[in-house]
């Protein structure tokens, strides 16, 4: 996994950890602060002199979605409360949740609907299980903001959250399915999305090369140089060559 450094940030008080990833706060705080449609403060009907007023139809609060489950109130293991108690690793908590929701809501609105949303879902239970392995790390602070960005920009250019560059059409040496669509997400670190057939990978970039860059990822790695690109699917080797737009 590429190591992208963070700012270490100052402890916050243990208060500050109810920010992180709360599933329902938002839906509970929104219920207690709204106000009552029609009704004065005493209680009335909202009449304003002689002149009735009419309530306004009440609209229920919409529950935040959580990216993950973990109850900063009871840390379960020193890994919760590192992400309870950072500021830097907050604040990525709550850019995952607002980047989450934005991906549900794609989700739903997919022709398969409700399988989008429940693969959807467990591939985020099966990302914050995983999350755990950073605590075995030399640096689990590094890892676990490094971790965090890059499931953010994944769900970015998965569901297309970010803007992105035109798609590029590959024609691969070998025959067969050999066709790759590739589209460039401004995501950081930069993402490419690749199309091969009914599959799809998801790429980091890694570093720059001589005339391009190295993408890696989900057992896929993808180098450009000009118009011509080298591809390992998962252990298959393919030389490509970008196609001129039709």
Not at 12 to 34: D, K
Not at 35 to 58: E, F, H, K, Y
Not at 123 to 144: G, I, V
Not at 187 to 213: C, D, F, N, W, Y
Request: charged share 20%; proline share 6%.
């Amino acid at each position: 996994m590429a190591q992208y450094h963070m700012l270490k940030f100052r402890p916050v008080p243990t208060a500050v950890c109810l920010l992180l990833l709360a599933p329902g706060l938002a839906y509970a705080l929104n219920g207690a602060h709204s106000l009552g449609s029609g009704q004065d403060r005493s209680g009335g009907r909202g009449n304003i002199g002689n002149t009735r007023v009419t309530p306004s139809p009440v609209i229920p609060p919409i529950a935040t979605i959580a990216a993950t489950e973990f109850d900063c109130n009871k840390p379960a293991n020193p890994m919760e409360t590192m992400l309870c108690q950072d500021e830097g690793l907050i604040r990525l908590g709550n850019r995952l949740d607002k980047v989450y929701t934005q991906a549900m809501d794609k989700a739903r609105q997919t022709p398969a609907g409700a399988l989008s949303v429940s693969k959807l879902q467990q591939e985020q239970r099966h990302w914050a299980h995983n999350l755990k392995d950073c605590m075995k790390s030399d640096n689990p602070h590094m890892c676990l903001g490094d971790t965090y960005i890059l499931r953010i920009t994944e769900l970015q250019a998965s569901w297309e959250l970010a803007p992105s560059l035109t798609p590029l059409h590959y024609l691969c040496g070998g025959g067969g399915n050999n066709d790759v669509l590739a589209t460039f997400y401004r995501t950081k670190p930069a993402t490419a999305r690749l199309v091969r057939g009914k599959s799809q990978a998801i790429l980091h970039q890694q570093e720059l090369v001589t005339g391009g860059s190295r993408y890696a990822g989900q057992n896929v790695e993808f180098t450009i140089r000009g118009k011509e690109a080298s591809i390992n699917w998962k252990g298959e080797s393919l030389l490509c060559i970008s196609q001129p737009e039709q």
